[in-house]
């Protein structure tokens, strides 16, 4: 398995991450009714190509399950497909994006408790919250910083 940027983003590669995060969606995401998923599943390629960087993580067979977008010093989308959830890919990836393009403030949905928690494990707090989502929708979104310590 290996972490690595995304240098080249082809169509074939933005169709395997899609994917990736439908899965995830599915899989994680029990707030959104059909109808969303299928919604933002439109514009998720065009999330995937506009991401200022885009990290993968690939299994033995060099297929991508899941991947971690960044803007700034922003995580803007971390998604680990459905059969791999469990395995601490989610673990090595975000270490990873904090040593190499330190990064201090993800975003999470706060209907997905998972994510938050798994956050707050791994050093954040809540900073912020917003009552809508990106796209205007009552999604409720939380704001987290990375702790400093004292």
């Not at 109808?35 to 960087?53: F, H, K, T």
């Not at 977008?69 to 270490?95: C, D």
């Not at 009552?131 to 910083?145: A, C, R, T, V």
């Amino acid at each position: 398995m290996k972490i690595s940027e995304l240098k080249e983003r082809t169509p074939s590669m933005i169709e395997q991450l899609t994917a990736v995060w439908e899965s995830s969606v599915r899989a994680t995401h029990h707030f959104l009714m059909e109808e969303e998923i299928s919604q933002i599943r439109q514009y998720v390629p065009q999330a995937l190509a506009a991401v200022e960087r885009l990290v993968v993580y690939r299994d033995d067979t060099d297929i991508p399950v899941a991947f971690l977008g960044i803007e700034g010093k922003k995580v803007e989308m971390l998604f680990v497909q459905a059969e791999s959830r469990g395995k601490g890919i989610e673990k090595k990836l975000l270490p990873h994006a904090m040593d190499v393009f330190h990064i201090e403030e993800p975003t999470v949905n706060v209907e997905n408790p998972q994510a938050t928690g798994f956050y707050e494990h791994m050093g954040f707090h809540a900073a912020g919250r917003s009552e809508k989502d990106e796209q205007g929708d009552n999604h409720p979104i939380l704001f987290m910083k990375r702790n400093t310590g004292n």
